[in-house]
């Protein structure tokens, strides 16, 4: 095993280091039984605060655009919250609040190496990149990010809702 592999397996042992992903979709989140790339492990080995915050951000937009989905807030409701208007939603409200806190730089590299290394389609791949680049584009404008990303979906229509 590679020393940043072991390093990265004793911070998740010990309970330290919850590396991001997007809400459990496509595999990064290891403490939820799925698998990290080997980007992931990189960026976690050498930035656990940052991916530990990051992963934060993704719940939280996770379960805010959940909850919109139930009160039929977000077109679609649920069956909207993968490959639909909930998830582009939630990519772009995660990837505006990264920005925020990270700089546009550190989002986009956490977004690439979840999107880069994840089994989900072309298409999807694709279409999350482009949501999340929308995020980052967000991240300068006033509000809150889930408030920006809804409208982004309604209003503008700049956000892509199928591979």
Do not use: W
């Not at 649920?78 to 990519?91: E, I, S």
């Not at 482009?130 to 509000?143: E, I, K, P, Y």
Request: glycine content about 14%; some cysteine; hydrophobic content about 35%.
């Amino acid at each position: 095993m590679c020393p940043s592999c072991e390093a990265v397996e004793f911070l998740k042992q010990e309970g330290v280091v919850r590396p991001y992903g997007y809400g459990g979709t496509a595999g990064l989140l290891a403490l939820r039984g799925s698998t990290l790339t080997g980007a992931d492990i990189g960026f976690a080995t050498r930035h656990p605060l940052t991916a530990m915050r990051a992963n934060s951000i993704v719940d939280q937009a996770a379960a805010t655009v959940r909850q919109l989905a139930e009160q039929r807030a977000i077109p679609g409701g649920v069956r909207g919250l993968h490959n639909g208007p909930g998830d582009a939603v939630r990519h772009a409200a995660a990837s505006c609040q990264m920005t925020r806190e990270f700089g546009e730089a550190r989002a986009k590299e956490i977004g690439d190496n979840h999107e880069e290394g994840s089994s989900n389609s072309e298409g999807e791949q694709a279409m999350d990149q482009h949501n999340n680049a929308v995020g980052r584009g967000l991240a300068g404008q006033r509000g809150s990010c889930m408030d920006n990303a809804v409208s982004a979906l309604q209003t503008s229509g700049t956000l892509r809702i199928s591979p």
